[in-house]
């Protein structure tokens, strides 16, 4: 499910990020494939998607906490449209 608008759509259809540790923080990063350990948050492959998940706080609620998102990872997901 894209946790900027809620829509549900196969993992494959969705950009993936997985919380990933980096010293004493949690960082986002892009992982379509799934080929990180942990638990995947997904939004469309969209900037306005990525954008919304980021301000309803859906990477920290995903990541059971606090996470630390590059938002320059939103250039990489073009703006296709939902449908
Ligand atoms: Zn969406």
Redesign the pocket.
């Given at each position: 499910m894209?946790a900027?608008?809620?829509?549900r759509a196969p993992k494959g259809d969705l950009a993936r990020f997985t919380p990933v540790r980096d010293d004493d923080e949690l960082v986002a990063v892009r992982d379509d494939k799934a080929v990180r350990a942990g638990r995947g948050i997904y939004?469309?492959r969209?900037r306005?998607?990525f954008d919304?998940a980021v301000e309803r706080r859906g990477f920290a609620r995903g990541a059971r906490g606090k996470v630390r998102v590059d938002v320059t990872m939103a250039d990489e997901l073009g703006d296709e449209r939902?449908g």
């Open positions: 894209c900027g608008c809620g829509r939004t469309c969209s306005e998607c919304r939902h």
